[in-house]
């Protein structure tokens, strides 16, 4: 599920490149340099990751525990969930970090695309 979600968030990174190009070419026109049109891909998947994040964790510890208390009623076993916080503080610092490796590719492709080219292209 893991790969799926990175793959998930390359493709969702790769499509905003492409079709706000116009928006990073304006940008440039504007002044951005290269770095800052990288930076902003990187600021937009971090973003992303952080919302996931926000949102996942609450809403997957809370199906876990309901999950876990249901299977542990079945079996007989007492249903006291453990949680882990520095596992679960891991995990969402990974998926962070994830988020950030995957954007390299689309802000280097988004900072070397020339301004004139895209912005004649429209």
Do not use: Y
């Not at 891991?90 to 301004?115: E, K, M, W």
């Amino acid at each position: 599920m893991a790969v799926c979600g990175l793959a998930t968030l390359a493709h969702l990174l790769v499509v905003s490149v492409s079709r706000r190009r116009t928006e990073s070419g304006l940008l440039k026109a504007l002044g951005f340099v290269r770095r800052q049109i990288a930076a902003v891909v990187l600021w937009q998947a971090g973003a992303v990751a952080v919302a996931g994040i926000a949102i996942g964790v609450p809403l997957g510890l809370a199906a876990g525990r309901v999950i876990w208390r249901a299977f542990a009623r079945n079996v007989g076993v007492v249903p006291v969930p453990v949680l882990p916080g520095w596992l679960i503080a891991a995990l969402a610092a990974g998926v962070l970090v994830a988020a950030l490796a995957i954007a390299i590719v689309p802000a280097l492709t988004a900072a070397r695309s020339r301004a004139d080219q895209v912005l004649r292209a429209e």
